[in-house]
């Protein structure tokens, strides 16, 4: 069946664009595909494969005839969708590009960028697709996670205004009633983790918790509180509670190496004697100083006593 056009079309301004959604929803909400009832619907614009974004009509020309422009877009989304399954990623690119240049005030063609973008490891890219997309009519909860997921996990210092973009797309998920409740806390996790912000990320995994205890990912975010804490015997006690819910065993392993990186240093110096034996020396010292001093008090104490 092809790709309903309705999540392209509706809602633009263009009069062609809406006589398209018009004529062209029929046909795919039918899921079979007779003729085109106009006899030049795939002809008038020639779909160029080998560069489809020259294909992308004028405004001019897709008003004047509307509903070629309409089985022009679905053969550029059904030319896309083949050449992803094919696994050819770089003409499925050019296709969801000239989708983006076709009707660039909806969200579909620079979704489905983001989505290849993330997928052939474009993080860059896909990043300003996603940001496009959520600005537009039609951008769907995925598009905002992906966004949110892109831009946490990009190398480097986050920039402020990524920051400020990341807690809008929160806020705004928390306002819709239709989201998955926990999936606005999961976001503010992985932000939270992100900046070490211990004070949002307790209460993230808090919410979390109480409304999926169980949950991989609750535990996940509660080991990293414990890590940002410094709390080894918290992340240690965690990684157990992972390992009886049946979490992923390369994600308890993955838990369980950064655990000992991050404990590493101390534990590994004690274990060291170069390091712990003048330790241990100076401790000892501190130790006799301080019973010298005690000792020396209570004499003290005990002689202005006897006299």
């Not at 769907?140 to 400020?164: I, S």
Request: net charge positive; proline share 5%.
């Amino acid at each position: 069946m092809r790709l309903k056009m309705e999540t392209v079309l509706r809602g633009t301004g263009s009069a062609a664009v809406g006589m398209a959604l018009l004529l062209v929803v029929p046909r795919v909400s039918a899921g079979a595909e007779p003729p085109p009832a106009d006899p030049f619907a795939h002809h008038q614009f020639a779909l160029n494969e080998a560069d489809p974004v020259s294909s992308v009509p004028s405004e001019e020309n897709r008003n004047a005839h509307p509903l070629q422009f309409g089985y022009f877009l679905q053969d550029l989304l059904d030319h896309g969708q083949v050449a992803v399954k094919a696994g050819n990623t770089t003409a499925a690119l050019r296709y969801y590009q000239a989708v983006s240049k076709a009707v660039p005030d909806r969200a579909v063609g620079f979704s489905r960028l983001g989505q290849l973008l993330e997928k052939t490891n474009q993080p860059a890219a896909a990043i300003v697709a996603c940001r496009t997309a959520i600005g537009l009519l039609g951008v769907t909860v995925d598009d905002y996670t992906r966004f949110v997921r892109l831009v946490v996990g990009a190398p480097g210092a986050l920039a402020p205004h990524d920051a400020v973009d990341v807690k809008a797309v929160i806020a705004h998920l928390r306002a819709q009633s239709e989201v998955n409740k926990t999936l606005p806390d999961e976001l503010q996790c992985e932000l939270a983790t992100r900046q070490g912000d211990t004070a949002s990320l307790e209460t993230c995994t808090a919410a979390l918790a109480a409304a999926a205890p169980n949950d991989a990912r609750t535990i996940s975010y509660q080991w990293a509180l414990a890590i940002q804490k410094g709390d080894s015997g918290e992340a240690r006690q965690i990684i157990r509670k992972a390992i009886d819910s049946g979490m992923a065993p390369g994600a308890v392993k993955l838990m369980t190496e950064q655990t000992d990186a991050r404990f590493w240093r101390w534990s590994q110096r004690f274990r060291d004697w170069q390091f712990s034996a003048p330790l241990l020396v100076a401790v000892l010292a501190a130790a006799a100083s301080v019973i010298a001093v005690a000792r020396r008090r209570r004499l003290a104490r005990q002689n202005a006593v006897q006299t």
